[in-house]
């Protein structure tokens, strides 16, 4: 198969019928062992130093590992991007655009899909028959979401790396289903986590410093239950068809797409307080003015931008924002107490 990237979560079941194999380069990015050697090859070509670091890195993975063709998200992810499809295209890569509607109608985004189809070469006829082969997939991520929060038997960080490749399956999704699999028969077998830990909802594009977030919150025995973005990579709101799917899928669109989706498992997961990740430079931070007016909870807003690890100022703020959570529950535990007594 011939290796296609993407810049972010696009209808990759298009991309199999067309016999691609997807392969999403910030995954790619965040997953190397140097990652900032594909920043420094980006700013070595001129990209500026107040550019967003994921812009940066998936140029140089591109760079980097030679691949050819590239799918460039134009419209419902980063305005960035336009730019970023220019300049792979002067590096001679065969950069194509894709865009999401305006908003989530499906006859909209019936259209869209044929246009890509078209590109490569398919019909919607055959990537239909390739969301029916994902279908098991995408319901064990969205098993494994509902052992996080429901059952407390799976981490924040196992959470957020099964949902995020659900982007493009780890280039396999065989071997992802076979994978992901083996892990639930693994989770079944563990004992719950503690009760007392709070229960904390990620919102916002994956952290740059993901691997270390994750982990650090759960040494002050907090957890996140719920990675927005993540889990509608693994499609929660499957529809009756490709284009129906992809208009359910929350992140192109309206913030208030995404904050009625928030609202809905914030309540279901009884969650303590909210993390909610913005990237340097860019422009969805914006949108923490209405997420806080949005909701009722304590949120934390961390920046990233080309740090792979956490911080100290960021890690005190962590740390500040958990122990504030565990003494609201403790008082609110004791309130209780009092009104029973």
Not at 66 to 87: A, F, P
Request: proline share 4%; with cysteine.
């Amino acid at each position: 198969m011939k290796k296609i990237g993407i810049t972010t979560t696009v209808p990759l079941e298009v991309l199999l019928a067309a016999d691609c194999q997807p392969v999403d380069l910030n995954n790619v990015f965040v997953g190397d062992s140097r990652p900032e050697r594909f920043i420094a090859i980006a700013e070595r070509d001129g990209f500026p130093l107040n550019c967003c670091s994921w812009i940066k890195g998936i140029y140089g993975v591109c760079l980097e590992t030679g691949i050819k063709d590239v799918i460039c998200v134009t419209g419902g992810d980063c305005s960035n991007t336009i730019m970023l499809m220019e300049v792979l295209r002067l590096r001679g890569l065969n950069a194509m655009p894709f865009a999401y509607p305006d908003r989530p109608d499906v006859d909209e985004m019936q259209h869209a899909l044929l246009t890509l189809a078209v590109v490569l070469g398919t019909t919607l006829e055959a990537a239909e028959k390739v969301r029916e082969q994902l279908r098991p997939c995408r319901k064990l991520a969205l098993k494994l979401d509902d052992l996080t929060w429901r059952e407390n038997l799976v981490s924040g960080w196992e959470n957020h790396l099964w949902l995020v490749s659900t982007s493009d399956f780890n280039g396999d999704f065989q071997k992802y289903e076979k994978e992901i699999g083996q892990l639930l028969d693994e989770v079944s077998q563990r004992r719950p986590r503690p009760d007392g830990e709070l229960r904390l909802a990620y919102i916002g594009v994956p952290a740059i410093y993901a691997h270390d977030l994750y982990r650090y919150v759960e040494r002050y025995d907090g957890r996140v239950v719920l990675n927005e973005i993540q889990r509608q990579f693994a499609m929660p709101e499957p529809g009756a068809s490709l284009a129906e799917q992809y208009a359910r899928y929350t992140y192109p669109y309206s913030i208030r797409e995404r904050i009625n989706d928030i609202k809905t498992e914030l309540e279901r997961r009884r969650i303590d307080g909210i993390i909610h990740y913005v990237q340097a430079f860019c422009h969805r931070g914006i949108g923490d003015i209405i997420f806080r007016d949005a909701f009722d909870l304590p949120i934390l807003t961390i920046e990233g931008n080309d740090d792979f690890f956490l911080n100290n100022h960021i890690r005190t703020r962590i740390e500040a924002f958990l122990d504030i959570l565990h003494r609201q529950r403790s008082d609110t535990t004791k309130t209780r107490s009092v009104k029973k007594s």
